[in-house]
């Protein structure tokens, strides 16, 4: 007897069935927590959208070990 397993993906917002090759994984973090999201390319096009103004208006972190350097400049 032979078995077929099917890993499918699906966009987690809406529903939908992620074809192979369509959607992606986006990662992202907010105070302090790691997320990571599957989203079609549409849904994924209105989460940069949504947070292109924050973005702008941030300052990007380094994500190596140790956090901070110890310069004291800000």
Do not use: C, W
């Amino acid at each position: 007897m032979a078995r077929k397993i099917v890993h499918q993906l699906v966009d987690d917002l809406d529903g939908t069935v992620l074809e192979v090759g369509s959607g992606e994984t986006i990662l992202f973090s907010l105070d302090g927590t790691a997320y990571e999201i599957d989203l079609t390319d549409e849904n994924a096009a209105a989460l940069r959208d949504a947070l292109a103004p924050f973005i702008a208006a941030a300052r990007s972190v380094s994500a190596r070990a140790g956090g901070r350097s110890g310069s004291g400049s800000s």
